[in-house]
Every structure is written in C-alpha cells, then in structure tokens.
C-alpha cells in the first residue's frame, strides 16, 4: 500500500480533512483526549504552528484521497527543547491497520535528522496498546506514566509517555 501512498507537506486548504480524521477518532476513546468534535476554526492555530523545515505536518494521500496525517509538534515550548518533537499520527478509519502507522512512523525517524530532532515522543493512552506496540517496535521506549491523568466517559485512563533518541547524521 505505501507504493500507492504520497506524503506532502499540508496546505491549509487541507485543514477540514485533517480536522474529519481527527474527529472519526474521538468517539473510539483511544486516541484523543478531545470528547466531542473540533473545528476546522478551532485547529487554525495549530496548523500554522506547523512549518515544513521546523515542525512539519504531513498529510497522506491514496487516489486523491487524504487518508492520514502526521504531526510534528513542539514539546513544551521552551528553547532547550527545540530538538525535541511529540508525534501524533491519525489515520482515516478505512485505512487503519493496513501498516500505514508504521510507514509514518518509520518515516518521520528518517526525516528527524534533517529536521534537526534528537528526540521524539508520544503521548499514548495506557489502554491504547496498538499504539504503544507500534511505537515500541520502532525502538520507542516507556519513559513514563501519568496514572488517571484523563477522564473519558467516567473512567480514568493513564497517559503514557514513549520517547526515542535519534542518531543524527
């Protein structure tokens, strides 16, 4: 499948479908710690956070059809964490587990270099074990958990962070 598959840089014309991707994802609980739909609006700022030489976002296209997205996004905002970058990954419910979240992943490692990242990270849900598996295949290890940070429909869920050094070239 990722023959078939082109990775670019998103356009702000591309904001309405990375926001439906986003939103077929809330209502599974695994993914997101949103509990009703966002906004192509509310997201505005988020996109422009993004640039393509510092903290991409890549979207995924399949027959002229956006089926995915990428996000590189900075982590808690300070200028010693520059090189330093939290992943979110999104895929279109007609493509999950057809190994398009391990095409992503493996490469936004590769690309790190040039964007002058030693470290990624993810924020995973405990429960969400496909993707703390994906993550961990591609050498991310457990770094740490927040237990019960969240609450999604009365249960509260633990927040576990994965990180990965990356060897820069």
């Not at 077929?24 to 956070?49: F, K």
């Not at 609450?151 to 070239?169: H, P, T």
Request: hydrophobic content about 40%; aromatic content about 12%.
């Amino acid at each position: 499948m990722e023959n078939e598959m082109i990775i670019r840089d998103a356009e702000i014309g591309d904001l309405p479908e990375i926001v439906r991707i986003y939103n077929t994802t809330i209502s599974s609980r695994m993914v997101t710690a949103d509990t009703e739909p966002v906004t192509v609006q509310s997201r505005e700022g988020w996109y422009y956070d993004h640039s393509p030489h510092f903290r991409p976002l890549w979207v995924v296209e399949h027959d002229g059809k956006m089926c995915a997205w990428l996000s590189f996004q900075s982590f808690y905002g300070r200028p010693a964490y520059e090189a330093t970058a939290e992943l979110s990954i999104y895929i279109d419910s007609d493509f999950r587990g057809k190994g398009l979240g391990r095409y992503l992943l493996e490469q936004a490692i590769e690309k790190s270099p040039l964007l002058k990242i030693k470290t990624l990270l993810g924020f995973i849900f405990g429960h969400n074990e496909p993707s703390l598996r994906l993550f961990e295949r591609f050498g991310f290890e457990r770094w740490g958990m927040l237990p019960r940070v969240a609450e999604l429909d009365g249960m509260e869920r633990d927040l576990v962070i994965v990180g990965k050094r990356i060897a820069m070239s």
